[in-house]
């Protein structure tokens, strides 16, 4: 755009066809050599490892000796292993379990910081410093606050007269407590986004309903919902994404168990190539992840798209 | 009238409620781990996990440091992070120029391709990852950790290209007009301009690279190169029961993120929002 202003203001008095070609090839060259680095890592560290990752999910490979072909077996493996199934259903549960709650408590932090007050900004960088945490250091104190009997959260609730479980030893609550992990670190951040689009919408929208005679909820539900969906659209597809990716804070607090009751996908992938040397398989199954996310990510374009207005260019 | 207003105190004073208690939470994890973190070991569970460490000894820390090269962790760490940075905040302002202002063949169907490589899970790409460098015998050195990341990511380059096509771009058909070329453009005009998406590149990107455990856990496995969260996890496994060595350690890796982030926080909360909208 600019370039053709640009290339009009320099070459219209002498407006020859050849300076004109000369010129677009010179932005052209000038464009590639910029993009060089980003195009190299891109296509070295991205795309071939793409391309590599089904090549080798048709081999067997321990990482050391040189991968053997063995057709589909892995994929014959992966629809037969029961522990891949489970892998996938636990992380489908971690997901359930973080993004409703997250995305609620996002959304009220928002709604309660979208208004002219003292302080607004001093809560918005108090609610993004958990973005920042390590997960690894979170798992370390998640574990010290949930020791059974004696960490913070049971002595909490024994003061309340009741006794707490062993959280991470128990099959029922290990996946919550590491779920909970993820909605401290992600509320406010998401509360962020959220806000940013709260701010978007038009304050006379709002002047107009109230003059209607609509009450609170109504307007909540008939305007800020739907014209927040772009905001929401992102923060859900974004987190998604992520939470589907689950690995340090089960590494560090459960490694996947009590049982298989934490293995997430990537943990069982990590496991399959790193500890049990079949790489190939879990090739495999990383192509699993990838699919699933894939297909999670279309059904939410497919419904957000149908419902919002909205540019994605 | 009067009974609106008293209302709405009343709506206030939930608000903020509700704010604090939020803010607390945020916060409390942080200030525990470093009140503890000065803490001797007997008094880091049930009632005594709430007191202050008064009076505060070091000797955690001591302790910590007498088993462990921490220090090792934090410079290694911290070369991997900052050469990343940099990488990806030179690479990426090239790219995202490129990809927002001139005009080349094949510029649409590349950028898809970058947008749509965004939605790769990371373990896919570091098995084969894992194949490359070790073809290249990179595995287990810095290079092995750098390399894949330091040339910038797609999400990078859409943040950045977004920033971009929202300066005017009369300022730089001025400057062509002036004889300024694509490199003196870049440098005199959009740099300037851009501060605020820049640094919350440049946070986002070295935040990522200090907390990420899976690839360098995978590509590293000797002392020499060894980074902050493998470090971390690694004690987590051995000392799992020895709080007062583990919550210091925790402390360390958490500290220094928030310290740089409160340096940049005017920039960046303004435009981690900004990213999130078109």
């Known amino acids: 755009m600019s370039a053709n202003i640009a290339e009009a203001a320099t070459s219209a008095p002498v407006a020859t066809g050849s300076r004109a070609r000369s ?4 932005t052209a060259f000038e464009a590639y050599l910029l993009l060089a680095p980003s195009l190299f890592g891109f296509l070295a560290f991205l795309v071939a490892p793409v391309v590599i990752v089904f090549v080798l999910s048709l081999f067997s490979w321990n990482l050391i000796t040189s991968p053997q072909f063995v057709g589909l077996a892995n994929y014959r493996r992966m629809f037969t292993d029961s522990q891949s199934w489970h892998a996938l259903l636990n992380t489908a549960y971690y997901v359930l379990l973080n993004i409703p709650l997250q995305t609620v408590l996002a959304l009220l932090l928002a709604l309660a910081l979208n208004r002219k007050m003292r302080g607004s900004k001093f809560f918005r960088v ?11 250091a979170l798992g370390v104190i ?3 606050f949930f020791d059974p009997r004696s960490g913070i959260i049971d002595h909490f609730i024994s003061m309340l007269g009741f006794t707490g479980p062993n959280w991470l030893t128990s099959t029922t609550w290990a996946m919550p407590v590491i779920a909970s992990v993820n909605v401290w670190q992600y509320t406010g951040y998401t509360m962020l986004f959220l806000l940013a689009g709260l701010q978007a919408i038009p304050q006379q929208v709002y002047e107009a309903a109230a003059i209607d005679g609509t009450n609170a909820l109504q307007r909540f539900f008939r305007i800020t919902l739907p014209l927040l969906r772009p905001s929401m659209f992102f923060v859900l597809v974004t987190n998604i994404i992520g939470s589907f990716q689950q690995f340090d804070t089960v590494y560090v607090m ?13 943990y069982y992938i990590y496991q399959q190539a790193f500890q049990l040397f079949h790489a190939g398989y879990a090739a495999t199954l990383s192509i699993l992840l990838f699919a699933v996310i894939l297909l999670v990510t279309i059904v939410q374009f497919r419904y957000f798209r149908k419902r919002t207005i909205y540019d994605f260019s | 009238m009067a009974t609106k207003r008293i209302g709405r105190r009343v709506n206030g004073t939930t608000v903020y409620l509700l704010l604090a208690v939020g803010g607390l939470v945020s916060i409390a994890p942080y200030l525990m781990t470093l009140n503890a973190a000065f803490k001797p070991q007997s008094t880091l569970l049930s009632t005594q996990a709430w007191t202050p460490a008064v009076p505060a000894t070091w000797s955690n820390f001591t302790q910590l440091w007498q088993q462990y090269d921490m220090s090792g962790f934090i410079v290694h760490t911290t070369i991997v992070a900052g050469v990343i940075t940099i990488g990806q905040l030179v690479f990426t302002t090239m790219a995202a120029y490129a990809f927002a202002r001139l005009d080349f063949p094949g510029r649409e169907p590349l950028f898809w391709a970058f947008i749509a490589m965004m939605m790769v899970p990371q373990i896919v790409t ?11 015998q990179l595995i287990d050195t810095y290079r092995a950790l750098i390399l894949p990341y330091v040339f910038g990511t797609p999400y990078g ?6 920033y971009f096509q929202t300066i005017p771009a009369d300022l730089e058909a001025a400057a062509r007009i002036d004889g300024a070329g694509t490199w003196a453009i870049l440098r005199r005009i959009m740099l300037p301009l851009s501060k605020p998406i820049l640094a919350t590149l440049a946070t986002i990107t070295f935040v990522n690279t200090w907390n990420s455990l899976l690839w360098p856990l995978m590509a590293t496995s000797s002392e020499r190169d060894e980074v902050v969260t493998v470090g971390v996890a690694a004690l987590q496994g051995q000392f799992a029961s020895e709080l007062h060595i583990l919550l210091p350690a925790a402390a360390v890796a958490l500290l220094p ?15 981690i929002a900004l990213t999130g909208l078109k």
Not at chain 2, 257 to 271: E, K, P, T
């Open chain 1, 23 to 26: 010129r677009r090839t010179r």
């Open chain 1, 126 to 136: 108090i609610f993004v410093l958990p973005w920042m945490a390590m997960p690894v």
């Open chain 1, 142 to 144: 998640w574990n010290w």
């Open chain 1, 254 to 266: 459960t490694q996947g168990g009590p049982g298989q009751s934490t293995t997430t996908m990537n």
């Open chain 2, 126 to 136: 570091l098995i084969p990852l894992f194949l490359i460098m070790s073809h290249l």
């Open chain 2, 157 to 162: 380059i859409f943040l950045v290209r977004q």
């Open chain 2, 257 to 271: 993120l928030v310290a740089i982030f409160l340096l940049f926080q005017r920039h960046i909360v303004r435009s």
